[in-house]
């Protein structure tokens, strides 16, 4: 018999199609656990919840929240939550998916999971966030557990929404429990290192990627989309290393300028106005333009279904490294493998945050916390052990990176899963 559609999605699945679609496309590299995949298209458990809450005029205001478990095979359900006011389920479903094979794909003993509200945050006062959060937290708590589904940081949510998350779970459980989130401030229990993880992650696996191709980090171009949290830690890291910035976009405009973009310095005008746009020390450029500037490392860096069949044929990269979950639609996908252009994919690129965030949960449990030192070389030895394995795939059954990892990553989940058995 076959396996029936999924009821509650429309004809179209919107960020889920294209997670169900890199899945078909690994089926036929899976052999014996080939059957297994369908697992792989239907999240294990979806929560659906309204968030009322009180706003500083005393009306109230509801807003809709998820928390999807995708796959819990491996071990407790990990991911995000992002607030924003284009979340949708597919999109949630669809993070929590990558999640999944995101934490095999690195190694790591979880399963996927992701959350999200649909709502513009710059609109509420931080009084009205921590209510929110709170909220949201009292909502899906059914779920949550430091060894059932532990939240981490998304999009626009940080340290400060993990210390609400983490003091409304413990306040409703009795007791202090720290290991329930990730992405924590210090003082709390979070981890040394983690605030940069996913952009130091996006250039150590870039690195590892140009180092196959002999292209040198020192003296090459970098451009990126996005100059969050993640694209300025990437930006900052290349920088480091000798690369040159020369465009960066993100939801004000683009700066471009060729001798090169002091990231460090474009942070703090950001941190001031907002946006990179009307940024002095660089050119503005046409959004449309930025994805045709020569360069030699391009890291999307802000949200999923940025790289179409419509602008992937002007990109003039060497080496794409995906700092955003799902940039790349698979169309896009398929014209940069016959453009040449070497995509790390999103799955082992931005894994750097959630390996901190492993390495976080394990400090918490045992109450004994490692240097920055210690974290980094530890998180630089997991991303370059999981592209070592991926580019070994992918050099044996020549296929592209992202089919390479999700071949690597879908074996331990089917495994798991096969060993586990259906109960009953």
């Not at 940024?279 to 279904?305: C, D, G, S």
């Amino acid at each position: 018999m076959r396996s029936e559609p999924l009821s509650y999605l429309g004809k179209d699945g919107g960020p889920w199609e294209i997670f169900t679609e890199q899945v078909d496309r690994v089926v036929p590299y899976l052999g014996r656990l080939a059957p297994l995949a369908e697992s792989l298209k239907r999240p294990k458990r979806i929560l659906i919840v309204d968030v009322p809450i009180h706003l500083d005029d005393g009306t109230v205001a509801h807003f809709e929240g998820y928390r999807v478990h995708h796959n819990t095979a491996r071990g407790p359900a990990k991911g995000g939550v992002r607030y924003h006011p284009e979340v949708t389920l597919s999109e949630v479903m669809a993070l929590a998916g990558w999640m999944t094979i995101k934490n095999a794909a690195v190694g790591l003993p979880y399963g996927g999971g992701k959350g999200g509200i649909r709502v513009d945050p710059k609109k509420l006062s931080v009084r009205e966030l921590e209510r929110l959060t709170r909220r949201y937290t009292s909502e899906i708590g059914i779920l949550l557990g430091p060894d059932r589904d532990i939240p981490a940081p998304d999009v626009n949510t940080g340290e400060r929404e993990m210390a609400w998350m983490m003091d409304t779970f413990s306040m409703n459980v009795g007791r202090t429990v720290p290991g329930v989130v990730t992405g924590k401030p210090v003082a709390l229990g979070g981890s040394l290192g983690r605030r940069d993880a996913t952009g130091r992650g996006v250039f150590v696996t870039a690195a590892a990627a140009a180092e196959k191709i002999g292209l040198p980090i020192e003296g090459s171009r970098v451009t990126l989309q996005g100059f969050g949290n993640v694209g300025s830690a990437a930006a900052r890291t290349f920088h480091d290393h000798g690369a040159r910035i020369i465009a960066v976009q993100d939801h004000t405009g683009t700066v471009y300028h060729e001798a090169g973009i002091d990231p460090y310095d474009l942070g703090r005008y950001v941190a001031e106005m907002g946006g990179v746009r009307g940024y002095p020390k660089a050119e503005p450029l046409p959004n449309p333009e930025f994805w045709a500037v020569p360069t030699e490392f391009l890291i999307p860096a802000a949200l999923e279904k940025q790289i179409t069949e419509q602008n992937a044929w002007r990109i003039r990269a060497r080496i794409i490294a995906e700092g955003a979950n799902g940039p790349t639609t698979p169309a896009a996908d398929d014209i940069l493998q016959e453009k040449g252009v070497l995509v790390v994919p999103d799955v082992i690129a931005n894994a750097g945050g959630v390996t901190v965030s492993y390495f976080e949960w394990v400090q918490d449990f045992n109450s004994y916390f490692w240097t920055e030192e210690e974290i980094h070389a530890r998180l630089e030895r997991v991303l370059r052990n999981a592209f070592e394995a991926v580019w070994q795939v992918a050099q044996e059954k020549r296929i592209p990176l992202r089919t390479a990892a999700y071949v690597v990553a879908a074996t331990r989940v089917l495994e798991a899963r096969a060993l586990r058995g259906l109960y009953p």
